[in-house]
DNA sequence: AATTCAATTCATCATATGATGACATATTGA
DNA sequence: TCAATATGTCATCATATGATGAATTGAATT
């Protein structure tokens, strides 16, 4: 078995055994990328805080604005990538667009993160 | 009740009971912050791979690094970010360093975003 | 039709971030 | 001590991204 330049971890895995269990429960790649940009769209704080706030019930690009303190086209900019993926729905009524949150995944998705972090900052 | 230049909504709510009930409602702005900086740190491809790989059981540096075909610098800088917010353990065997998911939560992060991803897939 | 206002789109800018290679550190064994 | 190897750190670069203001669209009211 010839070492390579870099060592033999270019070659054959330390735990092979190990390394093939978990290499084949690995979720396929489009799957991963999908969930990772679900992940990302929860990642910026202003963008949760409009999340979490329809995850208490559906409320206007207005009222989401002047609650959190955004500017309404940074609401509307961000309620339009998480329309793309489909996190929130959408209702128009008369000038006003309402949105709401498209899926208890998405609401699951929060208060599982927010158990981890009180429990994480409980711990410390 | 004076008009602003920029409309109603900068000075008044719309729906201002539901609005008043849901501000009462929202997490504190360091908890935010903090489930923010979590699901960011899922929110990348690579990164969540290494997550998803953690959740089957440990494994040290090197076979991360060959098994995704990631360049160990890489892996670890992301292990390193997500040491930084403990969604890792840390352990060191000789040479090498094994890492295992720090919490359940931290699975169960991923199970609900799997569940809601084939969800919207099925359903699209 | 004209006006008003909520919402959206678009271009721009400053900043954040992932990948990479060079270098440093740590541990094992000769 | 010296060599080999796994890991970690750091600087750099290219790219991605959030905030903002200007311009546009759509709907209701007059």
Known sequence: MAKSKEGMCEVLYVNTKAVKKIAARMASGDV????????????DST??????????????VC???????????????HLRLLRGMRLVNYRRDGKLAYYSLADDHIAGLLAECLEHVQAMLTAS
């Open 63 to 77: 009222d989401l604005s002047a609650m959190l303190g955004v500017g309404r086209t940074a609401v509307s900019n």
């Open 47 to 60: 963008r949760l805080r409009v999340v979490q706030a329809l995850s208490h019930g559906e409320l206007c």
């Open 32 to 43: 991963i990328s999908v969930m990772a940009e679900t992940f990302s769209l929860l990642g």
